[in-house]
């Protein structure tokens, strides 16, 4: 028997000030995604891209609860490293569940989110693994809990009105820290100067409203409340997207990756062109989703997996 489990990426969208304490604002997005499978064996096998983060994540959790290390695991998709979509915390959220289903342990994810020592400003990516959808969560709550969710929305269309977003996932600097999505994050959380409640509660009305053109105001509000260092080939990426029609645009603010918000699969597919015309065949990578509003799931069949050699963990990015 294997486990197949599949997590969306996580979009930071920012902090605002509600009701006299910071809450977090994020987007669960369907791609690019985390697909695994696991089945039980005798031995901590993990083979696949980002393998070494998985890991590493793998070693922390079974620590955690003083469990034998085993699970051979194949991932098949994992979410870029250092573009801001949460890829290091959607992974490691995944290899705990499926560690849980090896191990015969409860689904918590409060306990989860301890094993992998994941703090209240983690908090967006946590219940968009759980519920996925566009997120407003508290940051602050009591010991082995997790920070509420203050408002939740779905965003769903026909692919005609489709509210997707473009991304442009550029080629990190060889000196990037591996911590850097983590030290964005927290770095967000020390802004003493927060765009208000009113803001996020604007962003939701929109989305009951079908509003794409409020929705893209909003969110252009509170990126532009947290300023960044871009360089010149993300620049001309933005510039593209509001020459063709983006609601609203900005760089990740725990990354390297460049988003737009357009309406709409044709829109989609005409800026993804003019963005891969402009950076070229060595540029980087192009690529649309859309929101996700289900959030982590899985699916047991019958079969073996084919692992057949340990893991060496290596540097290295997808």
């Known amino acids: 028997m294997i486990l197949e489990l599949a997590a969306p990426a996580s979009l930071p969208l920012g902090l605002v000030q509600y009701h006299d304490q910071p809450a977090l604002l994020a987007l669960t997005v369907q791609h690019p995604p985390i697909q695994l499978a696991i089945q039980s064996g005798p031995r901590l096998h993990i083979t696949g891209p980002r393998a070494h983060v998985a890991h590493a994540f793998a070693t922390r959790y079974l620590t955690h609860h003083n469990l034998p290390q085993k699970g051979e695991i194949e991932i ?41 020592g994941l703090g209240n400003e983690h908090a967006g990516q946590l ?12 940051t602050q709550t ?15 269309h ?19 820290s591996d911590t850097l999505e983590d030290d964005r994050l927290r770095a967000l959380f020390e802004k003493t ?26 969110l252009m509000s509170v990126q532009e409340s947290f300023p960044q260092s871009i360089s010149p080939e993300s620049q001309g990426v933005l510039d593209l997207m509001r020459e063709y029609g983006a609601y609203a645009w900005g760089q990740i603010l725990t990354g ?24 070229g065949f060595f540029g980087g990578r192009v690529m649309a989703t859309i929101p996700d509003n289900r959030g982590a799931y899985s699916v047991k069949k ?17």
Request: hydrophobic share 45%; proline share 8%.
């Open 76 to 116: 098949e998709l994992a979410i870029p490293a250092f573009m801001g979509l949460s890829g290091d915390v959607m992974l490691g959220l995944t290899i705990a569940q499926s560690l849980e289903w090896v191990h015969n342990l409860p689904d918590n994810l409060p306990a989860r989110a301890a094993a992998l």
């Open 127 to 138: 219940w968009g693994y759980a519920q996925g959808g566009l997120l407003l969560t508290g």
């Open 142 to 156: 009591g010991a082995g809990e997790l920070p509420p969710i203050i408002r939740r929305a779905e965003i769903a």
């Open 158 to 176: 026909t692919e005609r009105d489709a509210w997707a977003f473009v991304f442009y996932f550029p080629h990190p600097p060889d000196d990037t």
């Open 193 to 218: 100067e927060l765009p208000p409640g009113g803001v996020a509660e604007e962003i939701f009305a929109a989305v009951e409203a079908g509003d794409i053109a409020a929705f893209g105001r909003g």
């Open 256 to 279: 390297y990756g460049i988003w737009g918000l357009v309406k709409g699969g044709d829109a989609s597919r005409v800026l993804r062109k003019k963005i891969s015309d402009h950076v």
């Open 302 to 318: 019958e079969g073996l997996l084919g692992v057949e050699n340990p893991i060496r963990p290596r540097p290295g990015v997808s």
